[in-house]
């Protein structure tokens, strides 16, 4: 990915590097034993606000014209549903969020044309209803249930009344992570919005740690609590994730050599979250038999293996068009087939 609206042929190492740092986050959320108390339990805050951000910064940054940019959305969308459809029957011990990043994609592309302050308009819109769309559904949600009316059950539960994931709350932190693209990651050049980036981001995870310490554990704000949906958590969720972000992209840009094989992680997220969702269901199915999957032996095979795999893949040449990994390749031939010529 690049600096500016027309140039798009590079990719942006950084943003690579948050890709895979948000893996190795929902790593830690999957497989680590941890206690309620537990500062690794802040996974369970970042890695859904996380990859929502992203998709939102890679709306921001991709500037393909016309129409061949929604072509290209509407399959990249469609490659998460039904990969995230197919990974759900897997019988992993896990709630898989592909389906919700497909349409988060597709909403994302939808909302390119617009300025950033109509999208920060819209965030904060967003932000007021949560809590009414989300009461407002419930009672149809439980009904859908308890008559078995399938599709109106999932359709509730995708959009508004999820018990861990809701398109209505991913797509704030997507929005944010959109006019976080265009102020700062595609200015590289920029010292002045690089300067920006770093000093909001380190603001950002200031502010998180002062949410954290004032808020959790204590009788009167148990609505700090990961999956709820509350506007607290998604506060608490918007600046975790967004200082995540920029830090980090303003980190890994400069020191490559140092988070070069995260960015390794990111450039094959999808191939690395499908492995992952194999694997944990391969553990739960025959090793553990229905036993929890939770453990360091399970949570150091997925960092290690994922990172093992990530660094040797990237020996492929960049010229080969499974540079990235085996399922974006797929994809992005995909794309290039259905835009040729447009």
Avoid: C, K
Wanted: hydrophobic share 55%; glycine share 8%; aromatic share 10%.
């Amino acid at each position: 990915m690049a600096r500016m609206a027309g140039e798009v042929s590079r990719r942006h190492l950084g943003v690579d590097a948050v890709r895979g740092f948000a893996l190795i986050s929902m790593f830690v959320a999957h497989a680590a034993p941890f206690d309620p108390d537990d500062l690794l339990r802040l996974s369970d805050f970042l890695t859904a606000a996380l990859f929502a951000t992203l998709v939102g910064v890679g709306a921001g940054m991709r500037a393909r014209p016309g129409w061949a940019g929604y072509v290209a959305a509407l399959i990249r969308g469609a490659v998460l549903i039904g990969v995230g459809l197919l990974l759900e029957d897997a019988g992993s011990q896990v709630v898989v969020i592909l389906v919700f990043l497909g349409l988060l994609t597709w909403l994302m592309a939808l909302l390119r044309p617009f300025p950033s302050w109509a999208l920060a308009v819209l965030a904060v819109a967003l932000f007021a209803a949560v809590p009414w769309l989300r009461d407002s559904w419930q009672d149809e949600y439980v009904e859908a249930f308890v008559s078995g009316d399938d599709l109106e059950q999932r359709l509730l539960e995708l959009t508004f009344v999820g018990p861990y994931y809701r398109l209505s709350t991913l797509a704030i932190w997507a929005l944010i992570g959109m006019i976080a693209a265009r102020t700062f990651l595609r200015r590289r050049g920029n010292r002045l919005a690089a300067l920006w980036q770093l000093a909001l981001g380190m603001a950002a995870l200031a502010a998180a740690a002062v949410m954290y310490v004032v808020l959790h554990g204590t009788e009167e704000t148990a609505e700090l609590e990961p999956y709820t949906g509350t506007q607290t958590e998604i506060v608490f969720n918007a600046l975790l994730a967004t200082g995540v972000l920029l830090v980090l992209a303003w980190v890994a840009d400069r020191l490559p050599h140092l988070f070069g094989w995260m960015a390794d992680m990111g450039r094959m997220s999808l191939t690395l979250y499908t492995l992952q969702i194999i694997w944990l269901a391969y553990l739960a199915r025959v090793v553990l038999d229905g036993r929890t999957d939770d453990g360091w032996l399970t949570l150091a095979s997925l960092i290690g293996g994922s990172v093992v795999l990530a660094v040797a893949w990237s020996r492929i040449p960049p010229s080969s068009p499974f540079a990235r990994g085996p399922m974006e390749a797929g994809t992005d031939a995909l794309v290039r087939l259905a835009t040729r010529g447009r």
